[in-house]
T-cell receptor
């Protein structure tokens, strides 16, 4: 039972445009959400997070939006750059466990 | 500051064998957690250790075990290997128990292939 879902396994975006990665969750007990980025042959690196008491958190080109009523999380990257090409995992923290989604491979087209 | 170091990076085993993977956390970090990554399944939580104590465990069979030493280094062991155990095993460390904030520092992983 996948409690954190990333329904798009891949996404291609033109350089300079906005990339929007989506994540849905089912467990209303999750209270903290994170995005991790993974390059091939490297471990995931933390990107940005948001507490369940907020609906938006921004860090430079990266903004995470949380819609608790819809149990939906999204990551916006603007403008997208070639170095953003990677696999993005959303993760949810609850009950002292971190649950990851299956990842979305983002490709930025120059 | 050295990152999280995992050894070995790659290994091949046959069914029925056992394997031990090692993880050295970032200096000063006391929490180590382990994840299994397989295609289509994302990262699945195995267990977390903090100050040599297992704090939490995921939904894996008892063939998967781990431990943490007094210097915070951790090992995980998989006994009686099955083909489905082929995966990338990732170790992550954090200063405190990382599952307070979820902000973890990952190693590059150990890729296990079971034949």
């Amino acid at each position: 039972d996948q409690q954190v879902k990333q329904n798009s396994p891949s996404l291609s975006v033109q350089e300079g445009r906005i990339s929007i990665l989506n994540c849905d969750y089912t467990n209303s007990m999750f209270d903290y959400f994170l995005w991790y980025k993974k390059y091939p042959a490297e471990g995931p690196t933390f990107l940005i997070s948001i507490s369940s008491i907020k609906d938006k958190n921004e860090d430079g080109r990266f903004t995470v939006f949380l819609n608790k009523s819809a149990k939906h999380l999204s990551l916006h990257i603007v403008p997208s750059q070639p170095g953003d090409s990677a696999v993005y995992f959303c993760a949810a923290l609850g009950n002292e466990k971190l649950t990851f989604g299956t990842g979305t491979r983002l490709t930025i087209i120059p | 500051k050295a990152g999280v170091t995992q050894t070995p990076r790659y290994l091949i085993k046959t069914r029925g064998q056992q394997v031990t993977l090692s993880c050295s956390p970032i200096s000063g970090h006391r929490s180590v957690s382990w994840y299994q990554q397989t295609p289509g399944q994302g990262l699945q939580f195995l267990f977390e250790y903090f100050s040599e104590t297992q704090r939490n465990k995921g939904n894996f069979p008892g063939r998967f075990s781990g431990r943490q030493f007094s210097n915070s280094r951790s090992e995980m062991n998989v006994s009686t290997l099955e083909l489905g155990d082929s995966a990338l095993y990732l170790c992550a460390s954090s200063l405190k128990t990382g599952l307070n904030t979820g902000e973890l520092f990952f190693g590059e992983g150990s890729r296990l292939t079971v034949l």
